[in-house]
């Protein structure tokens, strides 16, 4: 992996276009596929969207990395992971944000900030050709 | 578009025939409320909902919460038609299969 | 990370008892707590399951690694990753195993197989020192 | 036990007063079939059906999907009580947040 690209952004609602924007553009520059740089937009947007819901920070932090065989963005934030799960009989319909990363990235990492060592940090990886797409089934 | 500015992200139209809404732009965090309330009326009245998705070039997560919310909520009351799905948004029902409410239509 | 303990398991239900049996075992002699020991075994316990369950393959690999400041547990199956997100309106309630393994382990990394490069490796890390549990809110 | 065999991994014991279930062992994908059988006619009837988890040592998903399919088939018709769940399993009902089910009650 070369070229870290790296972007911070105030941990709001707003933000999320911009960091949509900055990954588009980065995309372009990439070579990937559409579906491929969707996929990888749509998974990196919720991982955005959850440093603004639940972390608690003020801001976030967005890296592209492009290289030779993947590209991988990182999110980063300052909070502490909140530990559950959502169950849907109680909450109603969500916790789709890290299903759909885990279904649309090649990889996923996630390192949780616990209050001794804040700082929840989300790898998502794609891989260049993933030509062939598993299907849902 | 103006640098430093960010047009309205998501912009949302009534149509009359069929009875729905038209969006335009991007459905997420910080445009679902509006969504929401822009349904709230056809979730009372019930019967068939038409989005018309051609210009959402971008839906995450919260917007699909706001579709499954109205679709359990119209339950047999009503469907929810989304018409030309855009590729991203059209991989995002896909993964989630949305295809299989039963009150949900797809239409290319 | 050192002292890696491997062993290998059919893909079956039946095999999730003997791998927690292993898991215990290697628990007991690592100067875990119970509470991080359980939280450890839970979450390893859920990608065994996924293996057995969405894996295809015929078995499964798991490896205990023992390190100072952290354990980590690996599961290695030789399938392929099933991209989906299970919706409990249409499916019922489900899809809490990697939901699961998020909210327990302290660090979770998914690489998944593809029809190309088949292959899902699921690393749990659990540090060793996390006196401090964030509470469900 | 003896090496290499391994014990039946639940055992499922009718209780009369309270009605409802002894669980010992694991609950877990081998064993949900068995579990789902015996609460089968409890849900039928309805009413309060106690489950004691003092013998549980492990639970995992497929065991809380069946303890949500059970609260969700009993509606208002009846409720589950967990009475001395061990730690392990306290931990998973706590991170599902299980507790805010309305007919779900657990016992230490
Ligand atoms: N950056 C983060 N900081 C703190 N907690 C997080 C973060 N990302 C995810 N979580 C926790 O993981 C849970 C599941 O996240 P997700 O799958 O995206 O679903 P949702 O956001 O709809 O709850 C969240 O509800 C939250 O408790
Ligand atoms: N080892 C695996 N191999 C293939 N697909 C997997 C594997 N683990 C998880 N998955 C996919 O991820 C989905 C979500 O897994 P999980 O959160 O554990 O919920 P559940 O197993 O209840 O569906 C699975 O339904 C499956 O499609």
């Given at each position: 992996m070369s070229e870290a690209v790296r972007r911070t952004f105030p941990a709001t609602a707003e933000s999320l276009p911009g960091v949509r924007?900055?990954?588009r553009e980065r995309a372009a520059g990439s070579g990937l596929t559409e579906a491929t740089a969707d996929d990888l937009l749509l998974a990196a947007s919720e991982a955005c969207a959850n440093a603004v819901l639940h972390s608690g920070s003020d801001e976030f932090e967005v890296v592209w990395r492009d290289g030779p065989s993947a590209i991988e963005v990182e999110v980063r934030d300052r909070?502490?992971?909140?530990?559950?799960?959502?169950?849907?009989?109680?909450?109603?319909?969500?916790g789709f944000g890290i299903p759909l990363m885990t279904a649309l990235a090649d990889r996923v990492e996630i390192s949780e900030g616990t209050p001794a060592d804040p700082g929840t940090r989300v790898r998502l990886t794609k891989r260049r050709s993933d030509a062939v797409r598993a299907p849902y089934e | 578009m103006h640098p430093g500015r960010i047009a309205p992200m998501l912009e949302i139209a009534p149509t009359d025939d069929p009875p729905g809404l038209r969006l335009v732009g991007e459905v997420d965090l910080d445009?679902?409320?509006?969504?929401?309330a822009a349904l709230e009326p056809h979730v009372q009245s019930g019967g068939e909902i038409t989005l018309d998705m051609a210009g959402v070039r971008f839906m995450g997560s919260s917007g699909v919460q706001v579709l499954i919310r109205t679709l359990n909520s119209l339950g047999d009351r009503g469907r929810l038609v989304l018409t030309?799905?855009?590729?991203?948004?059209?991989?995002?029902?896909?993964?989630?299969?949305?295809?299989?409410f039963d009150n949900l239509e797809v239409r290319a």
């Open positions: 924007a900055f990954l909070g502490t992971f909140r530990r559950r799960v959502r169950v849907a009989s109680v909450e109603g319909p969500g | 445009t679902v409320a509006e969504l929401t030309h799905p855009g590729g991203s948004v059209r991989r995002l029902l896909q993964v989630m299969g949305l295809d299989r």
